[in-house]
Every structure is written in structure tokens, then in C-alpha cells.
């Protein structure tokens, strides 16, 4: 579904450096990292917020390496969530269907199954300023996924919430990606995050993708000290 080739570009002087990256179809990935590995400007690279000044990117089978983020069929929900706090839920969630020309009538219709999946109907009215950390990270899902996109990018979609709501979120992700079948990037820096959701996981280290597979493989067989570092320590929190 995703195949990211020798992809590379320059950030002051950070460097992501001949990175590829497979993910199947259907396929729930983990993309893990210390803080400033690359990972978050790897996802922004694929979904086209950050241009890439060399390799290629192909969702799809389609190359889609200088097409705008809009046109690149990929779901993408930020840390943030980056909610418009101007529109209620039903609005921000139906909002890029209305840009692209459909009627709020069709866009709600359109848009029904997200909402009874991710449990969301009661909020539809609300306004997006008083959710909850837990509704706000289901609304931007629900928004993600109104347009069905390829490929789902997720960077750091639980890393503000407390620990009872993060693994809330984890099982909704987990069971809703099953659902869509869509394909997932999740970025993450827990190695518990990755035993609740992932397939397989990949390390960022210092600008390249230095391993990927299975997390027992990972953490049985790390190729470097950064893989050790980040998936052998004793676990300091637990996500179920």
C-alpha cells in the first residue's frame, strides 16, 4: 500500500537520510523513535506537508511524491487533532467532503458508519472547544476516515492523554483499523503503544529507518543500540 524509496531531505541540520519504507495493505505499522529521530517529518513527507528533495512515494501503486496532500488519498489525524473550533463536530468531521462538493445532506449520510463506529453521534452537535482529550483524538479519526482514504497517518495520537484514555484510544484504533481495513502509520515513542495496536514496528534512529518487522523480533534481535535502548528497557507503563 505505502512505498516509501530512498527518501531524503534536509531540516536545518537534521537529514532524513535514503529512507524506504514498506506497508502492506491492511497493515497496521508503528513507526517508533527517541524524540527528534525523524519520524514525525517522515509521516509529514508521505502525506505532503513536508516536500521530499529526493526519493519517491507511492500509495497505491500511484506516485504520488509531488502531488498536494488533498490529492494523495491519506487520512491524517496530528497531535493536535487540530480541530476548527468555529464548527461543531458534525461540521469538522463532514467539512473536506462539503469542500469537495458535497451537499451537508450527502456529506452526513456519507459519513454515518465513521460515527457509529467510533461512538461519536451524541457529540455531533457540540461544539469541538469542551470535548474531552479522548472525543477530540474520535473526532479527528472520524474526520480522517469521512473520505476514505488509503492510507491512515497517525503521529503521537495518545501521547497527551492520561493513562485510562490511552488505552481507550489504543482499543478504538486497534478495532477500527481492523473494521476499514485501511492502512495505518502510527507514531509512537511507547513500546506499549506498539504491543497494543501494531503488526509490525519500524525504529527511527538519528534520520534512517534502522529496523522493521515484528515487535518480538525487534526486541529479540535489535540491530542497533537505539532499537535496544528503546524496546528492552523494564516497561514503566501498560497499556492492555
Same mark, same amino acid.
Given at each position: 500500500?505505502?512505498?516509501?524509496?530512498? =527518501?531524503?531531505? @534536509?531540516?536545518?541540520?537534521?537529514?532524513? @537520510?535514503?529512507?524506504?519504507?514498506?506497508?502492506? !495493505?491492511?497493515?497496521?505499522?508503528?513507526?517508533?523513535?527517541?524524540?527528534?529521530?525523524?519520524?514525525?517529518?517522515?509521516?509529514? +513527507?508521505?502525506?505532503?506537508?513536508? @516536500?521530499? /528533495?529526493?526519493?519517491?512515494?507511492?500509495?497505491?501503486?500511484?506516485?504520488?511524491?509531488?502531488?498536494? !496532500?488533498?490529492? @494523495?488519498?491519506?487520512?491524517?489525524? !496530528?497531535? /493536535? +487533532? &487540530?480541530?476548527?473550533?468555529?464548527?461543531?463536530?458534525?461540521?469538522?468531521?463532514?467539512?473536506?467532503? #462539503?469542500?469537495?462538493?458535497?451537499?451537508?445532506?450527502?456529506?452526513?449520510?456519507?459519513?454515518? %458508519?465513521?460515527?457509529?463506529?467510533?461512538?461519536?453521534?451524541?457529540?455531533?452537535?457540540? +461544539?469541538?472547544?469542551? =470535548? +474531552?482529550?479522548? *472525543?477530540?483524538?474520535?473526532?479527528?479519526?472520524?474526520?480522517?476516515?469521512?473520505?476514505?482514504?488509503?492510507?491512515?497517518?497517525?503521529? *503521537?495520537?495518545?501521547?497527551?492523554?492520561? /493513562?485510562?484514555?490511552?488505552?481507550?484510544?489504543?482499543?478504538?484504533?486497534?478495532?477500527?483499523?481492523?473494521?476499514?481495513?485501511?492502512?495505518?502509520? %502510527?507514531? &509512537?515513542?511507547?513500546?506499549? *503503544?506498539?504491543?497494543?495496536?501494531?503488526?509490525?514496528?519500524?525504529?527511527?534512529?538519528?534520520?534512517?529507518?534502522?529496523?522493521?518487522?515484528?515487535?518480538? #523480533?525487534?526486541? $529479540?534481535? !535489535?540491530? $542497533?543500540?537505539?532499537?535496544?535502548?528503546?524496546?528492552?528497557?523494564?516497561? $514503566? /507503563?501498560?497499556?492492555?
Amino acid at each position: 500500500m505505502l512505498n516509501v524509496q530512498n =527518501l531524503g531531505f @534536509r531540516v536545518g541540520d537534521f537529514e532524513l @537520510r535514503n529512507v524506504c519504507l514498506h506497508v502492506k !495493505p491492511r497493515e497496521y505499522f508503528v513507526l517508533m523513535g527517541a524524540t527528534g529521530s525523524g519520524k514525525s517529518l517522515l509521516v509529514k +513527507s508521505v502525506c505532503g506537508l513536508v @516536500r521530499a /528533495e529526493t526519493g519517491r512515494i507511492m500509495i497505491g501503486g500511484d506516485d504520488v511524491t509531488d502531488l498536494p !496532500p488533498r490529492l @494523495r488519498g491519506v487520512g491524517y489525524v !496530528p497531535q /493536535e +487533532s &487540530c480541530l476548527m473550533p468555529h464548527l461543531n463536530v458534525l461540521r469538522n468531521v463532514t467539512f473536506a467532503l #462539503e469542500v469537495a462538493g458535497m451537499s451537508k445532506k450527502d456529506a452526513a449520510e456519507e459519513i454515518a %458508519h465513521v460515527v457509529e463506529s467510533l461512538g461519536i453521534r451524541a457529540l455531533l452537535d457540540r +461544539s469541538t472547544v469542551n =470535548l +474531552s482529550g479522548g *472525543e477530540r483524538q474520535k473526532v479527528a479519526l472520524a474526520r480522517a476516515l469521512a473520505h476514505k482514504p488509503k492510507l491512515l497517518l497517525l503521529d *503521537e495520537p495518545v501521547s497527551a492523554l492520561d /493513562e485510562p484514555t490511552r488505552r481507550e484510544i489504543c482499543a478504538v484504533l486497534g478495532r477500527v483499523q481492523k473494521e476499514f481495513g485501511v492502512a495505518t502509520i %502510527h507514531v &509512537c515513542h511507547s513500546r506499549q *503503544e506498539a504491543e497494543a495496536v501494531s503488526d509490525r514496528v519500524g525504529v527511527m534512529s538519528h534520520g534512517k529507518l534502522v529496523q522493521a518487522g515484528p515487535l518480538d #523480533e525487534l526486541t $529479540d534481535d !535489535p540491530a $542497533d543500540q537505539a532499537v535496544r535502548r528503546l524496546l528492552c528497557p523494564p516497561a $514503566d /507503563e501498560t497499556i492492555e
